[in-house]
C-alpha cells in the first residue's frame, strides 16, 4: 500500500466508523426504544419503556365516592378519596396523577404507597422548558417560580429537626390541597381563602383559636367572609417567617394596609409609622396597639384600644404615661377636617405660611437677581478687592457673633438632616441616612443634642443682646441703626427694592441692618419658639401629657415639621441667595466668618451706615488690617462646605417633599 | 505493526458491538418457542396451558421472575423460565403484549356466572378492571378455567404469594358466599370470551 495515502485513509476510515456508529446517532432525534427488537407495546413510554398510568386507572379506587377509606398496611382506616370533579377542575387537571406521583410505577399499589411529590422540581423544570415561549400560557408560572424561591427561604423549607433535614417544616401539600389548585381568580381560591385558617391551624393551633375569636376570623370562619383577612394576608403565603425577626415584623405591618390603607398611611405620618417605614421596629406596630391574632373592633369593649383600655397598651411602651395620653390620634389625619379640625387648621395654616413666606422671597429673589446682573454688567457696583491689595476692611461682626452663627448653622444643618430623616421616611435617602445615623434611638440623641445647642446658642444670644441693651440704655435706639427692631424706614425701602428691581430707581442704600437681614434674623427667632416649644413638648411627652390634653401631640408634630421645613427651604434658598449667590457676592460671601467687609462693599451695600459712621468719626476706629490669607482661605472653605451642605440638605428636602404620599 | 493497522483495527473494534447485537435472536423469535403450550402468539387453545396474549407486560416479567427463582408454584414454567435472561424476558414480555387474546368458548354454569359478576364487582373489580380483562393486574377474563382454578387454589394454600391486599378480597368473597365463592367467580371469568368481552365494552 502506498505508505503516503494509507495514513489519512485509516483515519478516514476510523472518523467515519464513529460518526456513523456513535456520534451521529446520539444527536438523532428522541429515540424509541426496543428490547430485542421488540417496541414498548401500548400504555408504555415508548421511548422510556416505563408504564403510563393513565388517570382514570387511579380514581378507580380514589375516585370511587361509595368507598372513600382504605386500610394501610397496619390496618389503621386511611382516605383515599380525591374528588374527580375538583381534580379535573383544577390547574392540574389535565396532568396524570403519575405524573406528579411519580413514585407509583406500578397500580394496583404494590408496596403501601408513600407521598412524595417534587412539586418544586417540576415546576421549575416547566418553567425553564417554557419561560421563553412568546404566548402567555406559562406566564403565571413565573409567580409561581417566584413563590417557590420565597418559600426555600421561609422557616417552613427549613428543617424540623437539625440532625435530620428530610422532614422540613412544611412542604408545599402541607398547605396547598394539591388536588384542588386553582387558577387565578376562580372558585377554588375563595375556598382556599375560607380555608386557610385550618390549613395553617393544622400545626398552628394557638393561634388558629385566638384568631377564630378575632374580627377577622369571625368574619372568615362564622359569616364564610372570603374577603376578611386570613393568615396569609398578614403573614404573607411563602415568606413566612417567625414574627420576632424584623423583616416579619415590617412585613405584617406593611401587609395590614393592603386593607387598611388609610390607617396605614396615617400611621407612617405619625413618629411610631416613621421609624417603622425606616426599618426599626422598636416602635409601636399596629398589633402592637390593636392585638395580633386576636384583634378587635375598636368598639368592641375588649378590644386592646377601646377607649377604657387604652391607657393601659399605651403603658406597655410608655410606661408611665399620664390619662393625657388617651387624647392623642395615633392616626391622626391632616387631611381629614371632619374628624381631626384642630389638626386640619394647624395644618393649613402653617402650609400658607410657607407658600406666602416663599412667594414672596422667591419673587424678591428673581427680581433682585435680574436687576443686580443687569447693574453688575453695566458696571454699576463694587469692585472685589484682588488678592494682594491692600483693601481697607471694615469690622462688621464680632467674634462672638460669628461664633454664634456658625453655631447655628451647624447645629441646624444636623437638626434638618435628622429631623427630615424621620419626616420623609419614605423616601430611600432617608432609609439609607438612618442606616448611617446608627439608627432611630442614636438619632433621636443626635437630634436633641443639636436641638439644646441651637436653644442654648439662641438664648446666649438673647442674653447678650440684652446686656447690650441694657449697657447703652442711655444711648440705645430702639427703632435706630443699630437695633434689629423693623421701622417704617424697613417698610419704605421694601418699596424702594422693588422700585430699583423695576429700574424705575436707582439701586437704595441701607443702613447697617437691611429689612431682609432682619427677617433672616427674626426668623429663627420665630422658629425657635415655634419649633423649640413644639419639640419640647414632643421630647418630654409624659411631662406634657400630665397637664396638656394627648391631641397635642398630634398638633406639635405638625407646626414642627411644617415651621421646620420652612425654616429649611428659606435658609437654604433665599438666605443663600441674598448673602452669597446674588450676582455681587456670588459665589460666596465670607464676611460672617471673617467679620470684615471691604471698605468698598460696605459703602456700596451699607451706605447710609458708611455716612453715618464718617460723620460721627466712628468710622475711622472700625477700619481693620484686610483678613489675614489664612483666614481667608479658611472663612472660604468654610462656607463652602456649609454651603454645599446647605444645598445637599435642600435636594434632600426637596425629593422628600415632593414625593410626600398622600 | 504499523501505525495505519492499529487505527484500522481500533474502527473495527468500534463495530464489533453491533456485531454482537444482531447475533442474538429477537424477541419474537424466542416467542415463537413458547407456542407449543402457549398458543401460537399466546393465545392457548387447551385448558393445560393458560393464555398469555395480550398479557400485560409487567406481570408476565414478575411470573417469569417468580418462577426463575422458583417463588411460584409451577408444574413446568420453572424449568422453562431459567433458561432466560432478564432481557429475553422482557423482549418476550412486550412481544406477547402486543399480540390479540383469541378466546375460545367455555362450558359454564349460569346461576354461578351470575354470583361471580357480583362477587367480582364487589370484591375484585377495582384491581382486576373490566371484569377481569387483560390489565396491570394480568388476565382473568377468558382465562382457561382450570388454570385459574389452580392459580386460586395456589394463592388459598399459600403455596403462591397473594399479592398485596388481594387476600382481603378474597377472605370477604369467601366469608359472603362460602364454598361457591371461587367456582362462581372463575365461572364468571371464563364465560367471557371474545365475542362476550366486545359487548361488556359497548357498554
Not at chain 2, 104 to 123: A, M, N
Request: glycine share 6%; with cysteine.
Amino acid at each position: 500500500m502506498n505508505k503516503k495515502i494509507a495514513g489519512p485513509l485509516a483515519w478516514f476510515f476510523l472518523g467515519a466508523t464513529l460518526l456513523f456508529l456513535y456520534i451521529l446517532p446520539a444527536h438523532s432525534a428522541v429515540e424509541v426504544m426496543t428490547v430485542l427488537g421488540e417496541e414498548a407495546p401500548p400504555g408504555f413510554d415508548p421511548v422510556t419503556g416505563k408504564r403510563v398510568i393513565p388517570t382514570v386507572r387511579c380514581l378507580k379506587c380514589h375516585g370511587d365516592e361509595s368507598e372513600q377509606t382504605d386500610v394501610d398496611d397496619d390496618g389503621n382506616e386511611i382516605e383515599i378519596y380525591i374528588p374527580p370533579h375538583k381534580f379535573e377542575d383544577s390547574v392540574h387537571g389535565k396532568r396524570r396523577c403519575a405524573e406528579c406521583h411519580a413514585n407509583i410505577t406500578r397500580v394496583p399499589h404494590r408496596q403501601e404507597p408513600e407521598v412524595v411529590v417534587g412539586c418544586i422540581e417540576c415546576h421549575r423544570q416547566t418553567w425553564d422548558a417554557n419561560k421563553d415561549k412568546p404566548d402567555n400560557e406559562f406566564k403565571r408560572l413565573g409567580v409561581v417560580i417566584e413563590q417557590i424561591e420565597k418559600y426555600q427561604d421561609s422557616v417552613h423549607a427549613r428543617p424540623e429537626d437539625e440532625d435530620d433535614p428530610s422532614v422540613l417544616n412544611a412542604g408545599c401539600y402541607d398547605c396547598h390541597d394539591a388536588h384542588n389548585i386553582g387558577t387565578l381568580g376562580s372558585h377554588q381560591r375563595d375556598e382556599h381563602r375560607l380555608e386557610n385558617p385550618e390549613v395553617c391551624g393544622e400545626c398552628h393551633r394557638k393561634q388558629r383559636n385566638k384568631y377564630k375569636k378575632s374580627v377577622h376570623g369571625k368574619a372568615v370562619m362564622e359569616d364564610g367572609d372570603s374577603e376578611a383577612a386570613v393568615c396569609s394576608d398578614c403573614h404573607t403565603m411563602h415568606e413566612i417567617d417567625s414574627p420576632e425577626g424584623d423583616k416579619v415584623m415590617l412585613q405584617i405591618t406593611t401587609n395590614c394596609g393592603n386593607c387598611h390603607e388609610e390607617s396605614r398611611q396615617t400611621y407612617r405620618s405619625s413618629y411610631h409609622g416613621q421609624v417603622n417605614k425606616l426599618g426599626y421596629t422598636h416602635t409601636a406596630k399596629c398589633y402592637d396597639c390593636h392585638g395580633g391574632h386576636n384583634v378587635l373592633a375598636i368598639k368592641d369593649p375588649a378590644s386592646a384600644v377601646h377607649e377604657e383600655n387604652r391607657l393601659e397598651t399605651c403603658r406597655q411602651c410608655h410606661e408611665d404615661a399620664p390619662e393625657g395620653f388617651i387624647g392623642f390620634h395615633p392616626h391622626g389625619n391632616a387631611n381629614d377636617f371632619e374628624k381631626y379640625p384642630v389638626m386640619w387648621i394647624t395644618a393649613k395654616f402653617m402650609q400658607a405660611l410657607i407658600i406666602g413666606i416663599l412667594a414672596f422671597f422667591w419673587v424678591h429673589v428673581m427680581l433682585w437677581f435680574y436687576r443686580e446682573y443687569q447693574d453688575r454688567k453695566a458696571g454699576k457696583s463694587f469692585a472685589h478687592p484682588k488678592p494682594g491689595d491692600d483693601t481697607v476692611y471694615i469690622r462688621r461682626f464680632t467674634a462672638t457673633w460669628r461664633w454664634i452663627h456658625l453655631l447655628f448653622a451647624v447645629s441646624t444643618m444636623i437638626l434638618v438632616l435628622s429631623g427630615t430623616t424621620l419626616l420623609f421616611s419614605h423616601t430611600a435617602w432617608a432609609s439609607f441616612v438612618m442606616d448611617m445615623l446608627g439608627g432611630p434611638k442614636v438619632e433621636a440623641i443626635l437630634h436633641r443634642t443639636a436641638a439644646t445647642i441651637w436653644l442654648s446658642v439662641f438664648l446666649v444670644h438673647f442674653f447678650i443682646a440684652m446686656t447690650n441693651i441694657v449697657r447703652n440704655r442711655k444711648t440705645f435706639r430702639w427703632f435706630g441703626p443699630s437695633s434689629m427692631v423693623p421701622n417704617l424706614q424697613d417698610l419704605r425701602d421694601v418699596g424702594a427694592m422693588f422700585s430699583w428691581f423695576f429700574g424705575r430707581r436707582e439701586r437704595p442704600s441701607f443702613d447697617r441692618f437691611s429689612y431682609w437681614q432682619k427677617f433672616d434674623y427674626w426668623a429663627p427667632f420665630w422658629g425657635a419658639a415655634v419649633i423649640g416649644f413644639s419639640g419640647l413638648m414632643l421630647f418630654i411627652p409624659t411631662l406634657t401629657a400630665s397637664f396638656l390634653p394627648g391631641w397635642v401631640f398630634n398638633i406639635a408634630t405638625i407646626v414642627h415639621a411644617e415651621e421646620a421645613l420652612l425654616a429649611t427651604m428659606f435658609l437654604f434658598t433665599v438666605h443663600f441667595f441674598n448673602s452669597h449667590f446674588r450676582p455681587d457676592r456670588f459665589p460666596m460671601s465670607t464676611i460672617m466668618f471673617t467679620g470684615a467687609v471691604p471698605l468698598e462693599e460696605f459703602k456700596f451695600e451699607h451706605r447710609l451706615e458708611y455716612e453715618r459712621l464718617k460723620e460721627s468719626g466712628e468710622l475711622e476706629k472700625m477700619l481693620v488690617k484686610p483678613p489675614s490669607r489664612t483666614m481667608e482661605k479658611g472663612s472660604q472653605a468654610l462656607a463652602a462646605v456649609l454651603i454645599f451642605a446647605g444645598l445637599g440638605l435642600l435636594t434632600l428636602v426637596f425629593i422628600g417633599y415632593m414625593t410626600m404620599p398622600g | 505493526m504499523s501505525r495505519e493497522r492499529h487505527i484500522i483495527i481500533l474502527a473495527l473494534l468500534a463495530l464489533l458491538p453491533i456485531t454482537a447485537l444482531a447475533e442474538s435472536p429477537t424477541a419474537a423469535a424466542l416467542s415463537y418457542t413458547c407456542a407449543g403450550c402457549h398458543g401460537t402468539d399466546g393465545s392457548s387453545v387447551g385448558p393445560s396451558s393458560p393464555s398469555i396474549a395480550g398479557m400485560d407486560p409487567e406481570i408476565f416479567i414478575d411470573a417469569m421472575q417468580d418462577y426463575k427463582v422458583d417463588k411460584r408454584n409451577a408444574t413446568i414454567m420453572n424449568r422453562i423460565a431459567k433458561a432466560y435472561s432478564d432481557e429475553q424476558i422482557k423482549g418476550m414480555a412486550w412481544y406477547f403484549a402486543k399480540q390479540k387474546l383469541e378466546l375460545l368458548p367455555q362450558s359454564t354454569d349460569t346461576q354461578l356466572v351470575e354470583l361471580g359478576t357480583t362477587l367480582h364487582d364487589k370484591y375484585c373489580e377495582k384491581c382486576h378492571e373490566e371484569g377481569g380483562r387483560s390489565g396491570d393486574t394480568g388476565t382473568l377474563a377468558g382465562q382457561w378455567m382450570p388454570y385459574l382454578d389452580y392459580a386460586m387454589e395456589d394463592f388459598i394454600a399459600g403455596r403462591r404469594d397473594y399479592p398485596r391486599k388481594m387476600k382481603r378480597k378474597v377472605d370477604a368473597a369467601i366469608k359472603a358466599e362460602g364454598e361457591q365463592a371461587m367456582p362462581a367467580l372463575i365461572h364468571y371469568y371464563g364465560s367471557q370470551h371474545n365475542s362476550a368481552q366486545k359487548e361488556a365494552s359497548h357498554e
